[in-house]
């Protein structure tokens, strides 16, 4: 008896725990008819789910590890999406671990003792993931700069911040990161004034996004210097300069692409350049010779290559895992496109076959 109550104890001790980390579920506007209610309501680790409409409020969001999911969660803000859960002014982020999923961010606002912004992400703050969401500022043309950002952290910085699958478009700059440590990945980055700055961040992750027709520039490197940038794979293209790097320490943007076979124009060191201009202190050789990767030029489906064509040097790779099972050796499950069964066969290659030659590469033709 004594051990079947303790099991108990130690059962309902385990769900305790459980429903704690994992919070509880408030709805918006089932529950509370406004975010900021929703907000003030909860408690820390607690999810708030926002139905499609317009959100009039300007929030502050004070409470720790709060998931915030809008009706387009999960799906990229470059992807065709559903009617959306839109925040028209701005998002102030004042505790850690905050995770913003499928919204649409309407114009910003000004933030009191802040900047304007979409999302204001105060100093000293961790954790935060703000992914597949569209931040769209209208009445602000790029090359207008009004200095209203997308993202913006306080300068006191943030750490481990991620910004992924989002698409910024109408900003002065859509992801503004100051001496933060950050990864900045799969983002469309279009028709901004700036895509991107950086200034005196630790360590910032910039790659497979695409930086496409922004008025000033796509990405701004600026003082003081950066300790750690990873830059690759980007896609530049259409941007009146592409990397500005505003340091005096050169930057290594190897293996990213200008959208141009012959790389991006620099008037000293490669004045035949036809792709995006480039500032003096950026390394972009090699280069990539085609956009591939980013959000807007995805792998085909059957591009094991990762060059972005559907092509015989894929074929070659599922030839040799031809009729195997899941466990023989020549088995490959990147080759498994119907993978219903556990083996590569005519099913598989009929879809392959149907993608054959399809290419999603900016130098298709
Ligand atoms: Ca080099
Ligand atoms: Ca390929
Ligand atoms: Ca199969």
């Not at 409470?63 to 998002?91: C, H, M, Q, T, W």
């Not at 910039?206 to 796509?218: K, T």
Request: proline share 4%.
């Amino acid at each position: 008896m004594k051990r079947i109550i303790s099991v108990r104890i130690a059962v309902v001790f385990v769900l305790a725990v459980s429903a704690m980390s994992q919070g509880a579920s408030i709805n918006v506007p089932a529950d509370y008819d406004t975010i900021q209610k929703a907000i003030n309501a909860a408690g820390a680790n607690d999810t708030i789910n926002v139905s499609p409409g317009n959100y009039n409020e300007n929030l502050t969001i004070n409470k720790a590890n709060l998931i915030f999911i809008g009706a387009n969660a999960g799906i990229p803000g470059s992807s065709e999406r559903s009617d959306e859960s839109n925040i028209i002014g701005y998002v102030k982020i004042v505790s850690n671990g905050i995770s913003l999923n499928g919204f649409k961010i309407t114009d910003g606002a000004y933030v009191p003792a802040g900047e304007k912004a979409g999302v204001y992400i105060v100093g000293g703050t961790s954790g935060h993931t703000i992914q597949c969401n569209l931040f769209t500022r209208t009445g602000a043309a790029p090359g207008g700069p009004d200095q209203f950002r997308g993202i913006i952290n306080e300068f006191g910085g943030v750490s481990s911040l991620q910004v992924k699958l989002n698409k910024f478009s109408g900003w002065h700059t859509g992801v503004y990161l100051q001496n933060a440590d950050a990864q900045v990945t799969n983002n469309v980055f279009v028709a901004n004034f700036v895509g991107m700055s950086i200034d005196g961040s630790i360590a910032v992750t910039v790659a497979y996004n695409s930086f496409i027709n922004n008025g000033l520039e796509g990405l701004g490197v600026g003082v003081p210097a950066i300790t750690s940038l990873t830059l690759e794979h980007n896609c530049f293209s259409g941007n009146l300069t592409a990397v500005a790097n505003y340091q005096s320490i050169e930057i290594n943007a190897e293996h990213n692409s200008w959208a141009s076979a012959n790389g991006p124009y620099n008037p000293a060191s490669n004045p035949n350049g036809t792709g995006d201009a480039v500032s003096d202190n950026v390394d972009y050789n090699p280069w990539l010779p085609a956009c591939c990767g980013d959000p807007l030029h995805q792998y085909p489906v059957g591009d094991l290559s990762k060059d972005c064509r559907v092509n015989f040097l894929d074929y070659a790779v599922c030839a040799k895992a031809w009729l195997s099972s899941a466990g023989d050796g020549n088995w490959n499950p990147a080759c498994n496109f119907q993978s219903a069964d556990n083996v590569i066969n005519i099913l598989d290659l009929g879809i392959f076959v149907s993608h054959w030659l399809e290419c999603t590469a900016s130098n298709c033709n």
